[in-house]
């Protein structure tokens, strides 16, 4: 059996603004019905793996749980790291987690965004790979270059494993080259773009990282020594101090260049990273005129576009190779040539401490989500949905009320010493100072409006009293 491990921390700044720093790319469905990283995983079916581990930070541990949820999968497997520290760091702790029993399982090591096309290719890929990864060997996937492409590291060959030359010895690997050096690459035939991709048994890799970087794994050891479970049994947490003193290095550094047991399979599969709006547009269907368009689009005159909307109609009349996304706080046009900008606009964002890099107007929480409708300084407007099961902390506020009114579904409130249930077109009112709870006992979503209004509205107003989540 295969246990895939799904590296899910990322930010994704290059794909703002619906990529943000707490609702990053690997959480947005960006290429399908499902989010990036639900379609990692859904792409594995036919393989004989069992449920994954999913390693991602502390901030989106409640998206990525939820997100879990949807595919029938436990959450019980998600680490969290306290900080990222790259790559090594995060498949040992992966590989400290599989081998607790004393099992030596394989490893599928995936990032959570990235797109691949031909599904069949990539299991045939995975199934060349078993066999050198059963005898001890370090397998990476090495996609092949369809030109010269200056953003990627490569992978370059040496002599072939067997008669099929499915697969190689690892030459050695390089960084991002020039476009000349790049171009030089594709001429020779011997180097793949490198993937991050990789399939080994867990001792294995362990072995590996204490020959090279033994002071990677003592400070995983410890951290992975003193882990605890969530009060709602999904998460593993490491220790923080202990994880905090590990060096921060890809596994290309702290292992792949240097191991002897390192091997390439070519992987040929429509692969692609999505590191960019331009890179969105290659891989999704376009129409007549070679736009890509989501959502409520008019288009006129206009091609090569990427359009994406949440909610308000957008139209474009005479315009040639844009990018425009839409969401409900935001508006990005750019010139599809430029999409690399987008980080600027990031940059100016956090600079002048805007919520726009970091935060959606919809955000997730472990009894559901929210979306801010209307935000001013006396008073907020959240229309929230809570899932079957799912209850807020029992709280109080020293400066606002809330309204809460039910807009479906059955809400069990509690206020003060009552208890008692709300309905469709029913409402409460919760004054400032009153100990409250809310609660969904049905079995379909609950949605309510909830109306704040007071002299001060942050979230650092809310005093959990007693709470089910483990905040």
Known sequence: MIIPVVMAGGTGSRLWPMSRELYPKQYLRL????????????RLDGLKIVPPILICNEQHRFLAAEQLRQLDLAAGNIILEPVGRNTAPAIALAALSATTHGENPLLLVLAADHVIADKNAFHQAITNAIPYADQGKLVTFGIVATGPETGYGYIQRGEPLGENKMAFDVHRFVEKPDFETANNYISSGEYYWNSGMFIFRAKTYLDELAKYRPDILDACQNAFSNIEKDACQDFIRVDKEAFLACPDESIDYAVMEKTAEGVVIALDAGWNDVGSWSSLWEVNPKDTESNCITGDVFTHSTNNCYINTDEKLVAAIGVDNLVIVNTKDAVLVIDKSKVQDVKKVVEYLKNNQRREYKLHRESYRPWGHQ?????????????????????????KHLHRAEHWVVLSGTAEVTLENNTFLLTENQSTFIPIGAVHMLANPGK??????????GSYLAEDDIIRLKDHYGH
Not at 371 to 394: A, M, Q, W
Not at 444 to 452: K, N, T
Request: charged content about 25%; hydrophobic content about 30%; overall charge neutral.
């Open 371 to 395: 979306d801010k409708v209307v935000e001013t300084p006396r008073y907020h407007v959240n229309r929230v949905t809570v899932k079957p099961g799912g209850k807020f902390s029992l709280q």
């Open 31 to 42: 290429n399908g019905d499902k989010s990036m990283l639900q379609e990692t995983i859904s």
């Open 444 to 453: 379909i979503p609950l949605e309510l409006l909830e109306i704040g209004s």
